[in-house]
């Protein structure tokens, strides 16, 4: 089985595991977890903020950072095709009690000035005002799209002249930082505050990062709490997320697969298949006259998997478990279901 559903599926490695058993622990609610608060000082480090927190999953991460940035009744302003507004069940108004205003940023990803100052609404008697403008890198639904510093850097600048503040959702930060071969706390000079994944492409098993100034992490720890994330020995899941941190040279692997997979899938015919920038490849089967689902049904037929996007667009994401070899057999298998 050839599995290329997510980044998020592989296996934690031995060394994880080694790591998870042998790992030193204490209470972290009491914050007496010593590897969980070394974790916390390195993966701020990473992204060259002033203070972490772990937290168990990415959606938890970006969804106390909306809570954190506003107040109730705000307006939260992001892309139409983000994930925090697609994929999170409606968090930002369920958990955080705000309206989204969303902006359709294109191929770019990251709405321009002109739209942040188009969309913002000023606080009155009658209008909610904008709490928090999110932007995401790499943007997932766009296919894995690795966003330059300079779109980032325009559009949080632009968010911090109308005294609004930015979170990155980061999920797959790495994989921009690797592709555009810019350090993590570059792409985050003008953002406040940012979520990355440890569990996708790094490799570890469970867990997130939602780094930002310490006063914003003091709240965010209470708000993790409400939410039922406090966790006790968490350093049996903080360790393997240590040796995640080391893993962020080897995502440039992952990308060069994503991009040998693109173009042999290109190759066939009734498949239109862009150069990914990252570790996402999709495929758009129209010319086929397949639907994703029917598509990705028959790629399961013989055992590849990937994971339907919408109508015609099917998701194939590289990771840790899937080899040079793996790409070859996955792209003739994949030929043989459009013949
Ligand atoms: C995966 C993902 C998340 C959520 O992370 P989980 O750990 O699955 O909750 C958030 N944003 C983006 C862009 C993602 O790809």
């Not at 937290?55 to 809570?67: E, L, Y």
């Not at 697609?86 to 294109?106: K, M, N, P």
């Not at 930060?173 to 440890?198: G, I, K, R, Y």
């Not at 350093?235 to 040279?249: M, Q, R, S, T």
Request: with cysteine; glycine share 8%; aromatic share 4%.
């Amino acid at each position: 089985m050839i599995d290329l559903r997510s980044d998020t599926v592989t296996k934690p490695s031995d060394e994880m595991r080694d790591a998870a058993r042998n790992a030193d622990v204490g209470d972290d609610v009491y914050r007496d977890d010593p590897t969980v608060n070394q974790l916390e000082a390195a993966a701020a480090a990473a992204v060259g903020m002033e203070a972490a927190l772990f937290v168990p999953s990415g959606t938890m991460g970006n969804q106390i950072a909306v809570r954190v940035h506003t107040e109730r009744g705000n307006e939260l302003l992001l892309d139409s095709e983000s994930h925090i507004y697609r994929w999170e069940l409606a968090g930002a108004a369920q958990l955080a009690q705000v309206q989204t205003r969303i902006i359709d940023s294109g191929d770019r990803c990251v709405p321009t000035p002109a739209q942040i100052h188009d969309n913002y609404v000023a606080e009155d008697l009658h209008r909610p005002g904008t709490g928090l403008l999110t932007l995401e890198n790499t943007h997932n639904y766009r296919g894995g799209t690795a966003v330059p510093k300079d779109a980032i850097d325009a559009a949080a600048t632009a968010a911090h002249e109308l005294d609004v503040p930015v979170h990155l959702d980061g999920a797959r930060l790495f994989n921009a930082a690797v592709a555009l071969e810019t350090p993590a706390p570059d792409l985050l000079e003008h953002v406040d505050t940012v979520m990355f994944c440890l569990s996708k492409g790094l490799g570890a098993p469970i867990g997130s990062i939602l780094a930002g100034p310490q006063s914003f992490i003091d709240q965010a720890r209470r708000t993790r709490k409400l939410l039922g994330g406090g966790m006790r020995q968490a350093g049996i899941i903080a360790a393997p997320g240590l040796l995640a941190l080391e893993n962020i040279d080897r995502l440039g692997d992952d990308h060069k697969r994503a991009t040998r997979l693109a173009a042999g899938l290109d190759e066939i015919a009734g498949l239109a298949v862009p150069t990914p920038d990252t570790n996402i490849v999709v495929v758009d089967s129209s010319d086929a006259d397949l639907s994703a689902s029917e598509f990705v049904a028959e790629c399961a037929g013989v055992d590849v998997l990937g994971g339907a996007f919408n109508e015609y667009i099917t998701r194939f994401c590289t990771n840790w478990d899937v080899t040079d070899a793996d790409i070859d057999v996955a792209i003739d298998r994949i030929d043989s279901v459009l013949h």
